[in-house]
């Protein structure tokens, strides 16, 4: 007579531990092995969990390694930091998001990707600092075809400069993205900027074809500025709820040619199929209080109140 099948799973999860790859299948497949053939009741369960633990197992050992470093996607988009080594990634991602990240001034600091939070006008954005691109990442040197793996799921690029550095570092970092066939809107952040000489941010825009902001850590207004140029980069749209005199904190963020019934969809789904128009307040209003119908569309910027 088997074993109280609760014991026995106890002991199944004991033996698998620490097993991984095909190790954890053999395993696995001796487990099923020793299993009473019952097709129902709790046996019949525990079989059924150890074979989709085969398949699991089986699915783990083909992931590519860049799969265990892949970045959960959080917030309204998600921008990656890229550049070469020691280009102030790991400080700009800190003075954004506040996150805990190891910065020193040798290169390597950051060894796998480090993703944070930023808030720009209400919306949350996340951002990945990817550890530095060498020439030849795209060859996976310095293990760097996984850090593209990572890179290639992004939304957008923010390319990281020291503004002090010879430019030719930026076009390494640039090409071996190319070579990675990976295409996504870009800009220049040129990092360092307090210590930078008068011409140090002309020599570098003259040098490439991106847009070029300068940013400086301990400068709050060029790290405002940068992210504001940070959401449009985003190609998305903030749009402000009303109900009535009160304006939500935390707008919507939705795709450029949004309509009011989009952003209606957006709260919930019965309300975008109930919504006949709003009153408008914003750029794309012609004055504060407009009432629009469902298909208007809105801008960057726009509050609206919903109606039913």
């Known amino acids: 007579m088997p074993m109280p099948h609760r014991t026995q799973m106890q002991l199944i999860k004991r033996r698998l531990t620490g097993k991984e790859g095909s190790e954890r299948v053999r395993e696995l497949r001796a487990i099923l092995g020793d299993l009473p053939d019952y097709k129902n009741g709790p046996y019949a369960d525990i079989r059924k969990w150890v ?41 700009l991602l800190h003075a954004l998001s506040h996150v805990q990240v190891a910065i020193d001034s040798y290169a390597f600091t950051t060894l796998r990707p480090v993703p944070a939070l930023t808030r720009i006008g209400g919306v949350l954005v996340q951002l990945v600092e990817i550890p530095g691109l060498i020439a030849g990442a795209a060859e996976d040197r310095g293990g760097g075809r996984a850090l593209l793996g990572v890179l290639r799921g992004a939304d957008a690029i923010v390319y990281c400069q020291d503004v002090n550095q010879p430019c030719t570092l930026l076009d390494e970092v640039r090409a071996e993205v190319a070579a990675a066939g990976i295409e996504l809107p870009a800009i220049v952040v040129a990092t360092k900027m307090d210590e930078a000489d008068g011409r140090a941010l002309t020599r570098l825009r003259s040098a490439t074809d991106l847009s070029v902001v300068g940013v400086s850590v301990i400068d709050d207004a060029s790290l405002e500025a940068f992210k504001e140029t940070l959401w449009r ?13 009160e304006l939500d904190e935390e707008p919507l963020a939705l795709r450029p040619e949004a309509t009011v019934a989009d952003a209606a969809r957006a709260i919930h789904k019965d309300l975008g199929r109930d919504c006949a128009g709003a009153r408008l307040w914003g750029p794309s209003a012609r004055f504060g209080g407009q009432h629009v119908g469902r298909a208007h569309h809105l801008e960057d910027g726009d509050s609206v109140e919903i109606i039913v």
């Open 51 to 91: 074979m989709a633990q085969i398949d699991e197992s089986r699915q783990r050992s083909r992931t590519l390694q860049r799969d265990s470093i892949a970045v959960r996607r959080e917030g309204a988009a998600q921008v990656a930091l890229v550049g070469a080594p020691n280009a102030g990634k790991s400080s």
């Open 233 to 245: 980069l985003t190609g998305l749209i903030r749009v402000y709820l009303r109900r009535g005199r």
